[in-house]
């Protein structure tokens, strides 16, 4: 809180004669199973969300869109990596005349019961607050009724922004600052274009909160595919809007000026982003002309490799890691979900594509689709060990995400869904499934990923990469982060980070502060267990490192590995009768497709 106070403070005896608007961004975290905060000493890295709506408002500064007399101040808060302490954030803004808002922003719907607990403080101290992010556009996006959630926030005086910020930050601050904030902002049905707006930005102190030199930006937005779990497309849209190369260009130089040279790309899908190729191209450029060592994390789907030159251009841009939706192997879930793009008969041909240049590959895998049983998700791990040269592989339940076609059509038909917003973080089991009862699926959840990350196929993972040229030492370390996260912190990867931090206060409200003694010795013993299994999870990835260093120079190989063509008998195709259909419906394409270019050259 000490940087909050410092950001907001006016920085010159000149400034102080100045009128001076105070805007608090936090994004907010959310509760664990045991109803405290999920806080870190060092988040993985930062949320775009947080730089997005950061960088419009620092925007909104330098053009002094509240006129030439009046500063605007922001500052940025991830509760992910700081503790939000609602008293002090109350103290400055009141010291100000509350000339100011505070801003939850990005907000998930896991994040939306916590988002209304820091809300309502700030609204009881009379100080202005909007909450924007993916809670509030989905539902506003897939539904007429405004429902309880949105409801009980309008009744304590919160305004919701719902759709894109980009060239609308400018009303909402002069709003704000008349006093005359509307309940409702809703741009949905009019997306704004990216190119040559304002990039997602912030200050290298908040990026140094995060684990790494990682940082965060969008090239575009919007996806063609209509998978039907996925929010992204009912709010984002299904076109492609993106930035230009020169807005990826500016932003990869202020980042690069203040030392973060690593990227993730958060398109949702970057190889259907129109202009990928101007973008590589001017990457490429960067790196090869101007000596920029900048790297990259991009979201692909399974039939960028059908790209001409996506993968050798991503390569020369820098890509080292590539995260792909796989979802599944079993084409009758795939169908069921809407993601008719993912092919089994594509699966090998992509990765092995990605690792012929030397890229690693992180893949989602949903439990809970309605064909899935214990037995058969357990097979299809053993499959894709055996089968598929994959790196990192994350299990998600299947989650009725609001914004979602599934969330829409299971409320319409009126089927009961846990109502804890806090629990749609794609960690619990949140509606009935046909053929598994809740207890069923919560331990296929935990047994895959004990299934996946044993030290035998840990083993197998690194003998691969060793092959392929990747770099050993880094793959293992998180491989090993992964592969503990449950076991070692009760969460998914993508919600840890380094060293958990918990305070007694930071509890949901409905359950009790716990009494000192009983918090801090239960803290003690938890930090004890946690740093005992993470030091068994060290030694033994270490051991594995080691052997497989040591066996560099004898050749490996693997059915993994195995090239494309001569894998007519693996289990991925003849497991059960839709494996079956789907490569003879690949087959019978590709004939045709043959026969027309053989036409064609006639
Ligand atoms: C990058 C990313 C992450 C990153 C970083 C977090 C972040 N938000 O940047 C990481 C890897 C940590 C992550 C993790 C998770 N994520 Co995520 N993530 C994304 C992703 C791909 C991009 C986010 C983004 O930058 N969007 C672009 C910005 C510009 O859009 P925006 O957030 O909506 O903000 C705009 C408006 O909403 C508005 N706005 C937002 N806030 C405010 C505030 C004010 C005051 C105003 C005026 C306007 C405003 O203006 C912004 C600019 O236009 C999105 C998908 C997507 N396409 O958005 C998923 C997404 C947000 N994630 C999602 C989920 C579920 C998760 C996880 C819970 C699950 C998981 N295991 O992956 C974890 C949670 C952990 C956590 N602590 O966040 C869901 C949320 C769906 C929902 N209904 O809740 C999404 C939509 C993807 C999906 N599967 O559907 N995620
Ligand atoms: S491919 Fe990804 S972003 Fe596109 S619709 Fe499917 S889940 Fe959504």
Redesign the pocket.
């Known amino acids: 809180m000490a940087e909050i106070v410092a950001a907001i403070a006016p920085s010159s005896a000149a400034s102080e004669q100045r009128k001076r608007f105070r805007v608090v961004?936090i994004?907010p975290?959310?509760y664990d199973d045991d109803g405290y905060v999920?806080r870190w000493y060092r988040s993985?890295?930062p949320?775009?969300?947080?730089a997005?709506?950061y960088g419009?408002i620092d925007d909104c500064a330098q053009r002094r869109v509240l006129g030439p007399d009046i500063d605007i101040d922001v500052v940025a808060i991830d509760e992910?990596n700081t503790r939000v302490r609602v008293d002090r954030v109350i103290a400055e803004l009141a010291g100000n005349g509350n000339f100011g808002f505070v801003?939850?922003?990005?907000?998930?719907?896991?994040?939306y019961p916590r988002a209304l607990d820091i809300a309502r403080p700030l609204r009881a101290a009379g100080i202005p607050v909007?909450?924007?992010?993916?809670?509030v556009?989905?539902m506003l996006a897939m539904f007429d009724d405004i429902g309880a959630d949105l409801q009980e926030a309008l009744d304590i005086g919160v305004t919701l922004?719902a759709?894109?910020?980009?060239e609308r930050?400018d009303e909402?601050v002069r709003d704000a600052a008349a006093g005359r904030l509307k309940p409702i902002?809703k741009y949905l049905a009019d997306l704004p274009a990216l190119e040559d707006t304002v990039a997602?930005f912030l200050p290298g102190s908040s990026v140094r909160k995060t684990m790494g030199t990682y940082t965060?930006f969008?090239a575009g937005?919007g996806c063609p595919f209509q998978c039907s779990f996925?929010?992204?497309i009912n709010?984002?849209g299904r076109k492609s809007r993106r930035r230009s190369p020169d807005d990826v260009e500016r932003i990869l130089r202020r980042n690069f000026a203040q030392g973060i040279d690593r990227f993730?790309i958060?398109d949702?899908n970057f190889a259907r982003n129109k202009d990928w190729e101007s973008i590589l191209d001017r990457i490429i450029k960067l790196r090869e002309q101007d000596g920029m060592d900048v790297r990259f994390l991009i979201?692909v789907d399974t039939l960028c490799h059908k790209i001409p030159n996506f993968v050798a251009k991503s390569k020369r841009a820098g890509v080292t890691r590539i995260f792909i939706g796989l979802e599944n192997i079993n084409p009758d879930n795939l169908l069921a979900a809407k993601k008719r793009q993912n092919k089994i008969t594509e699966y090998r041909e992509m990765l092995l594509a990605w690792k012929a240049v030397g890229i690693w590959t992180y893949a989602g895998y949903i439990l809970g689709f309605p064909n899935d049983t214990p037995e058969s998700v357990k097979r299809d791990i053993e499959i894709i060990k055996r089968e598929l040269p994959l790196d990192v592989l994350e299990f998600?339940f299947l989650t009725p995400?609001?914004?979602?076609e599934d969330h829409k059509v299971l409320r319409q038909k009126g089927v009961p869904l846990d109502p804890d917003l806090n629990k749609?973080?794609?960690?619990h089991a949140l509606v009935p499934h046909p053929k598994m009862s809740k207890a069923e699926w919560e331990q296929l959840y935990r047994d895959a990923w004990a299934l996946y990350y044993t030290p035998a196929h840990i083993e197998t993972i690194l003998r691969r990469a060793q092959a392929y040229g990747i770099n050993v030492l880094r793959l293992a370390q998180i491989v090993a982060l992964f592969g503990s996260s449950l076991a070692v912190e009760k969460l998914?990867p993508?919600?840890g980070g380094f060293f958990r931090l918990k305070s007694r206060h930071e509890r949901r409200p409905e359950l009790p502060v716990e009494p000192i003694w009983t918090f801090y010795s239960k803290l003690a013993v938890e930090i004890v267990g946690k740093y005992a299994r993470m030091a068994g999870w060290v030694w033994s990835t270490w051991r594995v490192y080691r052997r497989v260093v040591a066996s560099a120079k004898v050749p490996y190989s693997d059915q993994a590995m195995a090239s494309v063509g001569s894998d007519a008998t693996f289990d991925l195709f003849t497991q059960n009768q839709s494996a079956r259909e789907a490569v003879e419906r690949a087959r019978k394409i590709d004939a045709v497709k043959r026969a027309a270019r053989a036409a064609s050259a006639a």
């Open positions: 961004l994004k975290s959310h999920i993985p890295m949320a775009n969300s947080l997005s709506v419009l992910t801003g939850l922003v990005g907000v998930q719907s896991n994040q909007i909450i924007g992010g993916f809670h556009s989905g922004f759709g894109e910020a980009e930050m909402v902002y997602p965060t969008d937005r996925c929010t992204i709010v984002q993730f958060t949702d979201q998600f995400l609001p914004g979602s749609y973080d794609l960690e998914h993508l919600q």
